[in-house]
């Protein structure tokens, strides 16, 4: 689960990249949030190719493409929280505001696409002394 942890800090690098680039972008033509929120959504199909192919090994399926979006909940909570938090609270430059806020969402993130991705992670094998008794 380590190198998948890695792995997936890779390609959120690679995808924040691509967000932040397709933000600048967009914030040409759009106010703030909107732009975060177009750059997110077009990031997050960019993430999910990304993880099936480099994080989790495996291949895409409807079932997981349409599941994926689940695992942006947090991160989308977190990050247009964030930004707004930011930019209109802190006064944050408001590009730089995504780049701090997406920060905080890794972690939650990763625990939410490696379930939806690979499923649950197996619980302990109980030691014979925590194995309940048979009778």
């Known amino acids: 689960m380590t ?4 792995r997936f800090g ?4 690679i995808n924040t990249g691509t967000y932040y ?6 914030l040409w ?4 949030l909107v732009a975060h929120i177009a750059a997110f959504a077009l990031s997050t199909i960019g993430s999910y190719f990304l993880n099936v192919y480099i994080t989790y090994r495996t291949r ?5 493409f349409l599941l994926f979006p689940l695992t942006t909940v ?5 990050t247009t929280g964030g930004v707004y938090v930011l930019v209109d609270l802190a006064g ?9 806020a997406a920060a905080a969402a890794v972690p939650i993130t990763f625990v939410v696409s490696r379930t939806i991705m690979v499923g649950r992670t197996p619980a302990p094998t109980p030691t ?4 309940p008794a048979r009778g």
């Open 29 to 32: 033509w759009l106010p703030y």
């Open 10 to 13: 890779l390609v959120g690098v």
């Open 60 to 64: 895409p399926a409807w079932r997981t």
């Open 3 to 6: 190198g998948q942890f890695v």
């Open 128 to 131: 014979p002394d925590e194995e």
């Open 21 to 26: 680039l397709s933000y600048l972008i967009l």
């Open 74 to 78: 947090a991160n989308f909570t977190i």
């Open 92 to 100: 944050t430059n408001d590009k730089a505001a995504p780049l701090i």
